[in-house]
């Protein structure tokens, strides 16, 4: 069974910063990865998508890499803003049902 | 191009009410799936279709029910509601399975149940 980890659960920094989200799991035989903002009371907004033959993605200032072999997931934000914070969350796609196992998510906060 | 949505946004029901949650795609999207956000225990899998006419049970499926009759609507029934069952629920779509499509949420249906 995969399991995903988020931690810590909570970050605050300042405005700025470049910073990394960190997500791992423990079955490498995934299909895929996605990274997700959610912002308070709102649905999920899908951020990167990473094949699992892949290495990393980026959009903007935001870069995701995906190491299988090590389990882990990494999510770069650089030159954070206060229009960052929100909750980040990671997520694998795994079997033929394709059903998305989600880390807890991690809350960040980027103060002005 | 909506996306994924999905009414009501907010609703209170009391204990042993039955409800519809709904969920409409315009995407063409075969895969779609619900799930529920409870704090401290993440996003949870209840139930997921991969076509019209065919669903399945995920992860939490007891006191749901769910059907797909067309490959643009899933909705999510609850039965008989129990406070157990207050939760964030939002559904996901996706072009197929397999291992490189993208999921896409809809803006979560707030329940409580009293």
């Known amino acids: 069974k995969q399991e995903v980890t988020q931690i810590p659960a909570a970050l605050s920094v300042p405005e700025g910063e470049n910073l990394v989200l960190n997500c791992s799991f423990t079955?490498?035989?995934?299909?895929?990865l996605q990274w997700f903002r959610q912002d308070p009371g709102k649905g999920l907004t899908s951020l990167l998508l990473?094949?699992?033959?892949?290495r990393e993605q980026t959009s903007g200032r935001l870069n995701a890499s995906l190491d299988k072999s090590s389990g882990r997931s990494t999510l770069y934000i650089a030159a954070s803003q206060p229009g960052d914070s929100a909750t980040y969350l990671c997520?694998?796609?795994?079997?033929?049902?394709?059903?998305?196992?989600f880390g807890k998510g991690i809350t960040l906060s980027v103060r002005p | 191009n909506a996306g994924v949505t999905q009414t009501p946004k907010f609703q209170v029901l009391k204990t042993g009410q039955s409800m519809t949650l709904q969920c409409a795609q315009d995407?063409?999207?075969?895969?779609m799936s619900w799930y529920r956000q409870d704090p401290g225990m993440g996003l949870r899998l209840i139930h997921y279709?991969?076509?019209?006419?065919?669903?399945d049970q995920g992860e939490v499926p007891n006191g749901y029910n769910v059907s797909r009759s067309t490959t643009e609507d899933f909705p999510l029934r609850l039965l008989s509601a129990a406070p157990s069952q207050t939760s964030v629920y939002f559904c996901?779509?996706?072009?197929?399975?397999?291992?490189?499509?993208?999921?896409?949420f809809g803006q979560g249906t707030r329940l409580t149940v009293v």
């Open positions: 279709s991969v076509g019209a006419g065919i669903t």
């Open positions: 995407m063409n999207h075969e895969y």
């Open positions: 996901a779509s996706s072009y197929s399975q397999g291992r490189n499509t993208e999921a896409f």
């Open positions: 997520a694998f796609l795994t079997g033929a049902n394709s059903k998305l196992t």
């Open positions: 990473i094949q699992s033959s892949q």
């Open positions: 079955d490498s035989a995934i299909y895929n």
